[in-house]
């Protein structure tokens, strides 16, 4: 039964007062083709709570589990062993305190967290500061790219062609309602990156460079030559990780020179969750902290002393003063920044470094493995823990095909790049620790099955 607490009455008094005549003039502005003209066909008026269960339960099956199938899924959202004590440990109350802790008397166990949660992200990253976290990591690339915009003055920003295609939709989309000029063309099917090319376009109206590190074909670029190239023409470097994993074996991108470090921070800690939430990770040099987005927790002393922490430098934030603020944001994804900060907690640099080499070296198996299969080859001079090859074949049916076999054998740049057909024959492979020696196998046996 549907809890409906407004009446006819109240609903009319409503539109009254905003000055609608019905329901449907509060959507005037969605196209008269694009919206519903009746019920959706096929789904019936009403149903019961066990026939509801019963029906999503039954589709559910349809799905395959990825713990019961050999999972070689990455391109941005990666599949980690997540240990149980990171969900008994977010659950406790001294970190559950308050979803928002303006009042810091009340809301210690979180903003403590959060400072802790700070000083894990500016190590990884290579940086002085770090914020409270973004919402994903693509909205944090675009709040870097304004960032920039408002450091240099200038509005032009080029894009490397080995960030993430959905990265630069999000900033694309987000241009649309500002000056800024976004360059961007797409990846070369190849092992090399286009790093040359991107010191070449460096001009004196550039604001930043965007590079992903490592890039969506899992190649590593070394980012000190275009920070310097682009500190040279007054521009910023803008690094991006979508697989935060791999610091634990590759130098940070704040080491060789990135102004600004942003980032998805979803595989550690944080499951695959049918698509979130995620958690949008965000570092700077210190000497940029004015002009850094979201929120901030500091450490200060009570009136006693004690050693206590705020939220600072709020004057940044849209909450206290809206018109001037350096972003819209002014929230974070604090459960997902907390399950984070606990699973680096109980790794530790040590753990860390360790976990990223059981990743490489789970690829480099893989790699090796698929090699053998005629027709396939491996584009990549470098990776961590992704890769790709170049099939034989169109490689979105080949994807499909092995799912029929019991694999999900991969990401297809088809799907990435649709209709791009210099591209649709690139297989995009990640591999973790949850990658076994037999899943492995079976990825080589599906994949040599559908490409002969």
């Known amino acids: 039964m549907r809890y409906l607490p407004l009446s006819d009455a109240d609903r009319s008094e409503m539109l009254q007062v905003i000055g609608a005549g019905s329901i449907d003039d509060l959507f005037r502005d969605v196209p008269a083709d694009l919206r519903l003209k009746g019920p959706i066909e096929g789904l019936p008026m009403h149903a019961s709570e ?42 406790r109350g001294e970190y559950l305190t308050s979803y928002t802790p303006y009042q810091p008397e009340i809301a210690q166990g979180t903003l403590q967290m959060l400072f802790e949660f700070q000083t894990q992200v500016a190590r ?39 960030v993430h295609p959905h990265y630069v939709g999000v900033a694309r989309t987000m241009a649309k309602f500002t000056e800024d000029k976004l360059q961007a063309s797409l990846p070369e099917l190849t092992g090399e990156t286009d790093a040359e090319k991107l010191i070449a376009a460096i001009d004196g109206e550039t604001s930043a460079v965007v590079v992903q590190y490592p890039d969506i074909l899992g190649r590593i670029v070394d980012l000190a030559p275009i920070a310097e190239a682009a500190h040279a023409a007054g521009a910023l470097l803008i690094a991006v990780v979508t697989e935060p994993v791999a610091l634990g074996l590759i130098k940070s991108p704040g080491e060789m020179g990135a102004d600004i470090v942003v980032g998805e921070g979803q595989s550690i800690g944080v499951g695959l969750q ?34 206590g ?11 206290i003063r809206r018109e001037k603020a350096t972003s819209n944001i002014c929230t974070n994804s604090g459960l997902c920044a907390l399950a984070f900060s606990i699973h680096m907690s109980l790794l530790g640099e040590k753990g860390l470094r360790q976990l990223a080499q059981l990743n490489h070296a789970r690829a480099c198996e893989a790699a090796e493995q698929l090699e053998t299969i005629p027709g396939v080859t491996v584009i990549n001079e470098s990776f961590f823990n992704e890769f790709t090859v170049n099939l034989p074949v169109e490689a979105r049916p080949a994807v499909h095909a092995m799912v029929q076999k019991g694999v999900l054998g991969g990401v297809s740049l088809g799907r990435l790049y649709p209709g791009v057909d210099a591209l649709k024959n690139g297989l995009v492979i990640a591999v973790t620790e949850t990658s076994t020696s037999e899943d492995i196998a079976a990825l080589k046996a599906a994949l040599e099955e559908v490409v002969q």
Not at 127 to 156: F, K, L, P, Q
Not at 309 to 319: D, M, P
Request: charged share 20%; proline share 3%.
């Open 309 to 319: 922490f705020v939220l600072t430098l709020s004057t940044r934030e849209q909450h």
């Open 50 to 91: 066990m026939a509801v269960e019963r029906h999503m339960t039954a589709l559910s099956r349809k799905n395959m589990v990825a713990g019961e199938a050999p999972f070689f899924l990455g391109c941005g959202a990666y599949r980690h062993h997540v240990p149980a004590s990171v969900d008994h440990i977010i659950q």
């Open 274 to 307: 049918f698509g979130g939430p995620y958690v949008g990770l965000f570092a700077t040099r210190q000497k940029f902290v004015r002009q850094m987005p979201g929120r901030l927790a500091g450490e200060t002393v009570d009136a006693e002393g004690k050693r």
């Open 124 to 162: 990884l990253l290579g940086c002085e500061v770090a914020n409270a976290s973004m919402y994903d990591g693509s909205t944090a690339m675009w709040e870097a790219i304004v960032m920039a915009h408002r450091i240099t003055r200038r509005n032009r920003t080029i894009i490397s062609s080995g």
